[in-house]
C-alpha cells in the first residue's frame, strides 16, 4: 500500500485492512478517514476543502459498489480488533441526529423529535476502555 501514511495514524489502523473491491479504493478510504479524524466536528465540505479532496470524497461516496456500511467495516473490525486486547469494555450506546430540513431534495426522512426537525438518527455504541481510552464504534 504505498499510498497509505506511513505513520501509524488512526485512520490507517482503522482503514487499511478494507477490501473494496478495488485496490484504488482502500487509499482513497484512509486518506479521506485521515482528514475527518484532523477536524472530528466539522461538516463534510469544511473537512474536506473545496478542492480536490472534496472533489474525489463526492466520488468515492457516490459510487455504486460504494454502501455506508462498506465504508466504515474495516473500522469496526479494528475496534473489534482492539476491543479483545483489553479485559474490560464499556460500551456507550450515542444516537447522534442528522437535521436535514434545509436540504430540499431529501425524500423519506422522519422527525426528530419535533415534527419540525426533519432527519435520521444515527445509533451507534462506543467501545471504550474503563480508563477511558476509545477503542472505536
Known sequence: ????????????????????????????????????????????????????????A???????????????QSHVEATDSRRNTVPWVVAGPETPAADWRSVRATEGVGPLGHTAWQGLLGHTTVAIT???????L
Not at 487509499?27 to 466536528?41: C, D, E, F, N, T
Not at 463526492?58 to 466504515?72: E, K, L
Open 1 to 56: 500500500m504505498t499510498d497509505v501514511p506511513a505513520a501509524p495514524t488512526w485512520a490507517v489502523t482503522a482503514c487499511a485492512d478494507a477490501d473494496r473491491g478495488d485496490l484504488r479504493r482502500t487509499p482513497r478510504l484512509v486518506s479521506l478517514a485521515h482528514v475527518l479524524a484532523q477536524h472530528p466536528g466539522a461538516a463534510l465540505p469544511a473537512a474536506w476543502g473545496s478542492g480536490a479532496m472534496l472533489t474525489a
Open 58 to 72: 463526492s466520488r468515492f461516496c457516490a459510487h455504486d459498489d460504494m454502501a455506508p456500511c462498506d465504508m466504515v
Open 130 to 136: 474503563p480508563d477511558r481510552v476509545p477503542l472505536g
